[in-house]
């Protein structure tokens, strides 16, 4: 763990009490660039202090301020309690469903306890995946088509071209993920769409294509919800117990 700057951090005990922790991110998908920056994220239990005393804990992040951009040498680091977290990935976040959905080799870390929450992610998947990986994506696309790229923003998408291709990416990338987790009751973080994602990024398409290209995945998304196997909601008693029961056995660490 030290190589993603861990021993920047004055809480002593985060690195031995990270339970799990992965590469996010371009690195998780597969569809890293060679400018891509790399992203970390984690989940721990803290100390019985940070449960039955005065200590609080949310989240460690070694994320800079927003009004700079990322370099492919940044390394951000996000580490996040894990009631947080299944709080989070019970309301169908992406990223903490991410997490619990990346490939086994591309783990950094994991403890008896975090293979525990993993054998047990498919808990988190409900409906509410719609809303959520549907909402990420419809704030992109929005962005998409109101939004004038700068000299360095298309650069950073692709020179000359006529809209953020890099926002289109995500939008496909999330409207698919919907797609497959309503259809199949599963996930795979690295996309098996990746050559499409990159095609996205890479400018294949127009402004008019990606639009057309949106709308029929959107579509496809409304029809996948409606046939969907997954329930409603997450199941609040199981992955009650279940939290419970790792959050005792980390205690005694």
């Known amino acids: 763990m030290s190589k ?23 690195y ?95 808990l988190f998947l409900s409906k509410k995946i719609q809303k959520k990986f549907g909402g990420y994506a419809y704030s992109q696309i929005q962005k998409l088509k109101n939004k004038k790229l700068s000299d360095t923003e298309r650069q950073d998408s692709v020179k000359h071209s006529a809209y953020d291709t890099k926002l289109f990416m995500h939008s496909i990338r999330l409207l698919t993920s919907a797609i497959e987790i309503l259809e199949t009751g599963d996930y795979r973080t690295f996309r098996p769409n990746r050559q499409l994602l ?21 579509s496809q998304l409304k029809t996948s919800l409606e046939k969907s196997p997954l ?6 008693k199981k992955i009650n117990r279940l939290l419970i029961e790792i959050n005792r056995k980390g205690l005694l660490l």
């Open 4 to 26: 993603v700057h861990f021993e920047k951090t004055n809480i002593e005990w985060l690195e031995e009490r990270t339970i799990i922790l992965t590469p996010t991110g371009s």
């Open 28 to 122: 998780a998908y597969g569809t890293n660039i060679e400018s891509s920056d790399r992203d970390y994220k984690g989940i721990c239990i803290p100390p019985v202090e940070y449960y039955l005393g005065l200590e609080s804990f949310n989240e460690y992040n070694t994320t800079g301020s927003k009004n700079f951009k990322n370099t492919k040498d940044d390394v951000d680091v996000t580490i996040t309690h894990i009631n947080k977290f299944v709080k989070d990935a019970m309301l169908g976040v992406p990223n903490n469903i991410e997490i619990l959905f990346a490939r086994q080799e591309d783990y950094l870390k994991i403890t008896e306890l975090g293979q525990q929450l993993i054998d047990n992610r498919r």
């Open 198 to 218: 990159l095609d996205c990024r890479n400018g294949k398409y127009s402004f008019e294509e990606a639009i057309e290209m949106i709308e029929a995945y959107d």
């Open 231 to 236: 329930p409603e909601t997450p199941d609040y």
